[in-house]
């Protein structure tokens, strides 16, 4: 849901820079929305004065972070000299000066017009948890969507919690390619949820996504994607194929010999993406004879 508050005031002349300046102060109506989903602000002069773009100077801040836009980049914004009844002011603040909106920012904004030295309006925009997040670096992601042959059977919150106390790290590029073991014929990882496919006779083919409607966007620059799941397989499967943001992963390389044994697979690839629709994971495997499939857990980290 994008992020909109909207907040009209009407002031006159409502704070004095100095003594020596006259006691007159435009007076304006201007209404104030902050887009949390692309950091754009808007001020939109509905009534009042025509002010001089020139005369403008809006200073922004967001959680104390003070910004300052001036006379220039106001003209600039408005494509004229004159800021009258019925035009916007739109600033992109990441663009404008790198600021990414969070959930639980304030944006105060304060318009003056430097004639007369007069606060024109202040007014405080609050988030409060109503911005989308960004998908960020650093952090593991649980996928969203996901569809597939099976996907009717798979609920993505079982994927979210594993039997494991410990905080994962990404695996670098260049690692070995040997999966982890976890257990020994099921006697020391216990699945919390895991997903079960049978593979004989049915090949499994999943798309794990992003619902991009809850995301603002991705953190860039993104260099880097690793899949961590942990997974078991009754022997290995007789075709395994596996792909992230467009690009191969390697296969799982583990010694089942037909027991049910947990593993963590923990690759990353290199990727190059520019939105979020892009970060698809993509797996197929097919089996032979009595063969199954179980996925205990499924993240994503972005470097």
């Avoid at 948890?129 to 059977?153: I, Q």
């Avoid at 992963?249 to 027991?259: E, Q």
């Amino acid at each position: 849901m994008i992020c909109i508050m909207i907040t009209g005031i009407t002031t006159v002349a409502l704070f004095v820079f100095s003594q020596d300046n006259p006691d007159y102060g435009p007076h304006v109506d201007v209404q104030q929305r902050v887009d949390g989903a692309s950091d754009v602000l808007y001020l939109k002069h509905s009534g009042g004065e025509a002010l001089s773009a020139g005369s403008l100077m809006l200073i922004v801040s967001v959680d104390g972070d003070k910004n300052v836009l001036s006379d220039a980049e106001i003209y600039e914004s408005l494509g004229k000299s004159c800021w009258e009844a019925g035009d916007v002011i739109a600033i992109d603040m990441y663009e404008k000066w790198g600021v990414r909106l969070e959930s639980e920012d304030c944006v105060d904004v304060f318009l003056v017009d430097q004639k007369s030295k007069k606060l024109i309006q202040k007014a405080e925009l609050p988030m409060e948890g109503m911005c989308k997040p960004l998908l960020k670096l650093g952090m593991w992601h649980f996928f969203t969507t996901v569809e597939g042959n099976d996907s009717a059977g798979l609920n993505l919150t079982d994927l979210q919690d594993c039997g494991l106390d410990v905080e994962f790290s990404p695996a670098a590029l260049g690692d070995s390619f040997e999966d982890i073991a976890l257990e020994k014929d099921n006697t020391d990882y216990f699945a919390n949820n895991s997903f079960h496919h049978n593979l004989k006779d049915d090949p499994l083919d999943l798309t794990f996504g992003f619902e991009e409607a809850g995301y603002k966007g991705l953190e860039p620059p993104l260099y880097n994607a690793t899949i961590l799941m942990i997974y078991c397989l009754q022997s290995d499967p007789g075709e395994a194929e596996l792909e992230i943001a467009g690009e191969d992963m390697p296969t799982f390389v583990n010694d089942n010999s037909g027991t049910k044994n947990w593993y963590i697979y923990n690759k990353t690839v290199s990727v190059n993406i520019t939105s979020i629709s892009e970060l698809k994971f993509n797996f197929h495997f097919e089996g032979v004879g009595e063969k199954t499939i179980d996925i205990d857990y499924l993240a994503v980290y972005l470097s």
